[in-house]
């Protein structure tokens, strides 16, 4: 048994997801997972940096780099705690961190996750790997998603192409073909969750619309979602990713001309935008997909997930649970799986997914 711990805080800012994994080459099994919470007012600073509101703020941003490291660090020892495993049974962390910026398309191009990997190293005692992105952007890549290279290792099969959809804060699609020979694909398709958390909070004051039910009760404006759909991103040519600082609530307001819509119905429409513009874009990408496995936090949205299966023709349809993976813990796995390659030296990025011009070893070591 080869133990790592995957440390993963995405977009929704939910929570962060802690599971300790045993890796072999192709096969993963999760011994133990939690969700650990991030406490509000640590969240209103991140969404203060993420949000830039007040200018950038360099004490804001060193202050909050350190307190996420203490709270993985923290969220790391509850897991071990809960679990019947020791901190010297763990090879090592691999921690995302949390995305404060991603500009890929910028001039000088940059990533920046935050969550102090010393301290998660100090108060664990494990040795720990973080800062994945910044090498495959170094590599002229977007630096994401890196996710993909992992859907392959553990969900490809022989007798089928399948496509896996990451829904979280935004949604990104892996494209998995049957040949060895052909090379894994993939992007960011656009939001995942994030519209749909950020209109219900501001709504309902719930942090999300559980099971889809509010959307379901609204109905489609046809007028609001042509007009979503006609955002340039969903056109911009592949390889493509995005975060939190282009879709936002913000980005729903500028397409809000007609202020009368009922909010449930501009639920129900921002549910359509999510569905919508995943299977299009595995419909012009990756038109040969038989089997689509769905996996982040949306595979709870029963209804999103109803629109998925009917906007997907007659393709197989399903989520990671089928093949032993809870959907909720496959992007922490797959960093548990990154700080395996990274300590044994294996490439992990995907140059047709990233753009990056070769592949390159992710992550910077900590050594405990
Ligand atoms: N029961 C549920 N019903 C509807 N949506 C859900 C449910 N459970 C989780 N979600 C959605 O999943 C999101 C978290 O997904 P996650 O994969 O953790 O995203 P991220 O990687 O961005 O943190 C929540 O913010 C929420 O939108
Ligand atoms: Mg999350």
New binding site residues.
């Given amino acids: 048994m080869t133990l790592y711990i995957g440390l993963?805080?995405?977009t929704?800012l939910?929570?962060i997801?802690a599971s300790i994994v045993d890796i072999t080459e192709h096969r993963v099994s999760i011994k133990h997972a939690i969700d650990y919470p991030i406490p509000s007012e640590l969240k209103q600073q991140l969404l203060t940096l993420i949000n830039n509101k007040g200018g950038d703020n360099i004490e804001l941003l060193g202050e909050v780099d350190a307190k996420m490291g203490e709270l993985f660090a923290q969220a790391v020892n509850q897991l071990i705690t809960e679990s019947v495993y020791s901190a010297d049974d763990i090879s090592a962390i691999g921690s995302h961190g949390q995305t404060i910026r991603h500009r890929p398309d910028n001039k000088t191009p940059f990533t920046l996750q935050i969550g102090d990997a010393s301290r998660i190293c100090e108060l664990t005692g494990i040795t720990t790997v973080s800062d994945f992105r910044r090498r495959d952007i170094a590599a002229g890549g977007q630096g994401a998603p890196l996710v993909p290279a992992f859907h392959r290792a553990v969900l490809a099969s022989n007798n089928e192409n399948r496509c896996i959809v990451n829904i979280?804060g935004m949604a990104n699609i892996s494209y998995l073909p049957k040949d060895p020979k052909e090379q894994t694909a993939g992007f960011d398709t656009g939001p995942g969750n994030v519209l749909l958390d950020s209109w219900c909070h501001t709504h309902t004051n719930e942090n999300y619309d559980k099971g889809g039910n509010w959307a379901k009760s609204g109905s489609l404006s046809e007028a609001l979602f042509n007009e979503m759909l006609s955002d340039s991103y969903f056109s911009q040519a592949i390889p493509k990713s995005t975060g939190r600082e282009y879709f936002n609530f913000d980005w729903i307001k500028q397409y809000l001309n007609d202020t009368s819509i009922d909010s449930k119905d501009v639920q129900r429409t921002l549910t359509e935008l999510t569905a919508k513009t995943i299977i299009d874009a595995i419909d012009q990408y990756f038109p040969e997909t038989q089997q689509i496995i769905i996996c982040g936090?949306g595979a709870y949205n029963d209804y999103l997930n109803e629109r998925l299966a009917e906007l997907s023709g007659n393709r197989v349809i399903q989520n990671t649970s089928h093949y032993g993976i809870d959907p909720n813990w496959v992007e922490a796995a797959a960093f548990a799986w990154l700080a395996h390659c990274c300590i044994n030296k294996i490439p992990a990025n995907e140059p047709l997914v990233t753009g990056a011009h070769s592949r390159v070893v992710l992550g910077a070591i900590y050594p405990k």
């Fill in positions: 993963m805080s995405g929704s939910d929570a997801d979280g936090g």
